[in-house]
C-alpha cells in the first residue's frame, strides 16, 4: 500500500464486506437443517483474500473485528467466544498451510474451516463440561470441507481476477 491512510481505509472497506456478507449469510436458510450451526462462511472469502494479498496481519484485525460486530450486532458474548476460539484456530493454520505454499486456496481453505469448527467444538466442551459434544466433529468435519471447498473457490477467483491490483 501506498500509504497508511489508503491501508486503513481498505482494511475498512474489506471490514466493511465481511460484516455485509455475515449479515447476508444471517439471511440465509440453514444449508443442512439437520446440522445445527452449520454455515457457508461466506465473510472468509475477504479473510483468505487478505491473507493472500495483504498479510496475516490485515487478515486477523479484519476478522476480529468482524466477529466482535457482528456479535455485538446479532449475537452475544457466548457467541464471541465461540466465533474468537474458531478464528485464532482457523487463522493460524491457514497461516501456516499457505506459508509452506504446498496446497492452493481451496487446500488451506478447507484446514481453516475444520480448524475453525474445531476451536468452536473446544469451547463448547468447556462450556458444557462435556467430551461427547467431541463426536459432533465428525459431522462438522465433512461440512467443514464442502464449506472449505467454495470459500477456498471463491477466494481463489477473486485472487485471480484482482491479481493486477496493486495493494
Known amino acids: 500500500m501506498k500509504s497508511k491512510t489508503a491501508k486503513i481505509t481498505f482494511l475498512g472497506l474489506a471490514t466493511a464486506c465481511a460484516l455485509v456478507l455475515s449479515y ?17 462462511g461466506l465473510p472468509n472469502i475477504v479473510i483468505i483474500y487478505l491473507l493472500y494479498k495483504v ?5 486477523a484485525a ?3 473485528v468482524r466477529i466482535i460486530a457482528v456479535s455485538m450486532l446479532f449475537g452475544n458474548v457466548m457467541i464471541m467466544s465461540y466465533s474468537i476460539a474458531g478464528a485464532v484456530l482457523s487463522l493460524g493454520v491457514m497461516a ?3 506459508k509452506t505454499k504446498a496446497f492452493s486456496t481451496v487446500g488451506v481453505s478447507i484446514a481453516g474451516a475444520v480448524a475453525h ?5 473446544i469451547v463448547a466442551m468447556v462450556v458444557m463440561q462435556t467430551k461427547e459434544i467431541g463426536y459432533y466433529m465428525i459431522v462438522l468435519c465433512v461440512t467443514g470441507v464442502l464449506a472449505g471447498i467454495v470459500i477456498g473457490i471463491a477466494g481463489g477467483m477473486l485472487l485471480k481476477y484482482t491479481e493486477k491490483i496493486k495493494l
Open 96 to 98: 501456516i498451510l499457505k
Open 62 to 64: 479484519v476478522s476480529f
Open 117 to 121: 469448527n474445531l476451536g468452536q467444538i
Open 55 to 59: 498479510s496475516f496481519k490485515s487478515a
Open 24 to 40: 447476508v449469510e444471517s439471511l440465509l436458510p440453514p444449508i443442512w437443517s439437520a446440522v445445527p450451526g452449520v454455515k457457508v
